[in-house]
């Protein structure tokens, strides 16, 4: 058992490496001609480590950088998300995507700046739409499905609040720990299909399983897969 927590204790931190030098997940972009185009990887973490040290510290020296990529140097100003092509002088925006669910709405300086805290996580939702979804499956899963468990009271269950948990650094693991597990399946030849959802039950109106109909609405714009 020891050995098994040791060995997930250093998986876990290969994922912290991967997330704080190189393969950080967010990806750094140059508008021309109407269109966004990615910044080659080379610059992209230039770019990725010099936006990380104007968070930590927003003064006038760190605002400007000297990014170098395929041989050409250009300067950034992540004050004004702008970009100078050093040669050209040509002039064009820049801007960062994080590499999350595209209903996320945390700021991607606010994603990356996050702490252990739990409240930095936290973005409340007021959609009335999600609060009965939530409710919905409070009320028809394993909680209170046993009258004779203490968790049935869990069938007239209200919700007064609902927070997302938006943990940049977490997703940015799973995911890389996604891409992981699927490269060794591949190499061992494994097929993995999905399981049902535990302690489900069919919703109110008889119709679906309430914890599996509802996934769509909880996923964020990005389910989690399946395999």
């Given at each position: 058992m020891r050995a098994e927590a040791e060995k997930k204790v250093e998986e876990m931190k290969k994922v912290q490496d991967q997330l704080t030098?190189?393969?950080s997940g967010a990806c750094w972009q140059y508008e021309e001609s109407g269109g966004w185009h990615a910044v080659p990887p080379e610059g992209n973490e230039q770019m990725h480590q010099a936006y990380l040290a104007y968070l930590r510290d927003p003064t006038y020296h760190n605002r400007f950088a000297m990014i170098t990529s395929a041989g050409v140097p250009r300067q950034?100003?992540?004050e004004l998300m702008m970009q100078k092509h050093c040669g050209t002088n040509k002039v064009c925006q820049i801007r960062i995507l994080p590499g999350v669910p595209h209903q996320s709405v945390t700021p991607p300086a606010c994603l990356l700046q996050q702490t252990d805290q739990l409240r930095s996580f936290y973005v409340e939702i007021t959609d009335g739409h999600i609060h009965d979804k939530v409710r919905?499956?409070?009320?028809?899963?394993?909680?209170?499905?046993d009258g004779s468990h203490q968790c049935s009271c869990m069938k007239t269950a209200t919700v007064k609040s609902v927070h997302r948990i938006e943990n940049w650094r977490l997703w940015q693991g799973y995911k890389l720990r996604r891409e992981a597990l699927r490269k060794e399946h591949a190499s061992y030849n494994v097929s993995v299909t999905p399981v049902a959802l535990d302690l489900d039950a069919f919703d109110a109106g008889g119709v679906g399983k309430a914890m599996t109909s509802n996934q769509e609405v909880f996923d964020c714009g990005e389910p989690l897969a399946l395999d």
């Open positions: 030098v190189g393969n950034v100003d992540f919905e499956v409070l009320q028809f899963t394993g909680h209170g499905q």
